[in-house]
């Protein structure tokens, strides 16, 4: 096939793709205005964080397959795709370790101020008794919304930690409230009795058009307590939880913002981003070496099933 690398990809499984006999044409740094100019006779396109848009499937002559190098699809306009016979397939699970030890150490880090700590040293002021006033995380409790592979990850690491986790009752197959147990997660009846109890919210849910963390959302939420996101900058209604965070001294950690830049670095000015209560990330979330060689693996998978006329990981519209 000809493919169109439209993302970061390592140069490990490019040299891997050309030696199964396909032509790659790595363009990292395309984004969702620039990427129909270069689908003319491709084949395939892989994307990570690159938005693929109506209009640019337009301009695709050739374009049989479009594999999101991990989970989320919502940058996509799958039905679009599938409506011209596209096969639209995605790499579920593949970096969900690596962004829920990043929900943990957003945790570890606000609990403990550890980014503030690094300022002050960098700034050339020692202040031990501001920064000895961490409450600590063992027995502390933790809600987990989006029981997936990313909630369940975290749900291991927090007990490790000592921390109690939560989550709501819905209804499951057999193999997920199994898992769900084994993890030692404790089932609450609904989001408000969730939300009543914890001390750390962290939300693992994915985008389906609706925002999640709302004033109503945030109104349950303990004073003091903690907001963990690392899904979509979407589910959050930022002016809202600038309100919350003002109001009952809620902190947050957030890897994505709803209006964060298209491309790899920038200026960025986000009134949620800069409040004192946020410890922020640069949308790093599934961006570990580990991940990325996992995400890597698959997406060739998915290439070599297709060529043998397998569908893998097909994503469907609902």
Excluded at 174 to 180: E, F, G, P, Q
Excluded at 205 to 221: I, K, N, Q, R, W
Aim: net charge negative; with cysteine.
């Amino acid at each position: 096939m000809r493919l169109l690398i439209a993302d970061k990809y390592p140069q490990s499984h490019l040299e891997l793709l050309a030696a199964g006999g396909h032509e790659c044409d790595f363009q990292p740094s395309l984004t969702a205005d620039d990427l129909g100019a270069a689908l003319a006779g491709i084949e395939g396109l892989v994307v990570r964080s690159t938005g693929v848009t109506d209009q640019a499937l337009e301009e695709a002559d050739s374009l049989r397959l479009i594999i999101r190098a991990g989970s989320g699809t919502n940058t996509i306009a799958v039905k679009a795709a599938i409506d011209r016979g596209i096969q639209v397939s995605n790499v579920p699970g593949r970096n969900a370790v690596a962004v829920a030890e990043l929900a943990m150490g957003l945790i570890i880090a606000i609990d403990r101020n550890i980014p503030d700590n690094v300022a002050e040293l960098r700034a050339g002021n020692w202040d031990k008794a501001r920064f000895s006033a961490a409450q600590g995380i063992l027995g502390r409790k933790l809600g987990i919304v989006g029981m997936g592979n990313i909630g369940l990850a975290l749900a291991y690491r927090a007990v490790a930690f000592g921390m109690d986790v939560f989550g709501v009752v819905k209804e499951r197959s057999a193999a997920a409230s199994s898992l769900i147990a084994d993890a030692g997660i404790v089932l609450v009846a609904d989001l408000e009795a969730l939300l009543a109890t914890c001390d750390v919210v962290s939300i693992h849910t994915p985008y389906a058009g609706d925002v999640v963390v709302d004033a109503e959302f945030l109104g349950h939420m303990r004073p003091g307590s903690i907001l963990i996101n690392t899904a979509r900058g979407e589910l959050v209604d930022e002016d809202a939880l600038i309100a919350a965070m003002e109001a009952k001294d809620i902190r947050a950690g957030l890897d994505i913002f709803r209006d964060e830049p298209a491309a790899p670095s920038g200026p960025f000015h986000s009134k949620l981003a800069s409040h004192p209560n946020v410890y922020g990330t640069h949308h790093i979330g599934a961006s570990t070496a580990q991940a990325q060689t996992a995400v890597a693996d698959e997406v060739i998978a998915i290439i070599e099933a297709f060529g043998r006329g397998e569908a893998r990981n097909v994503v469907e519209v609902k």
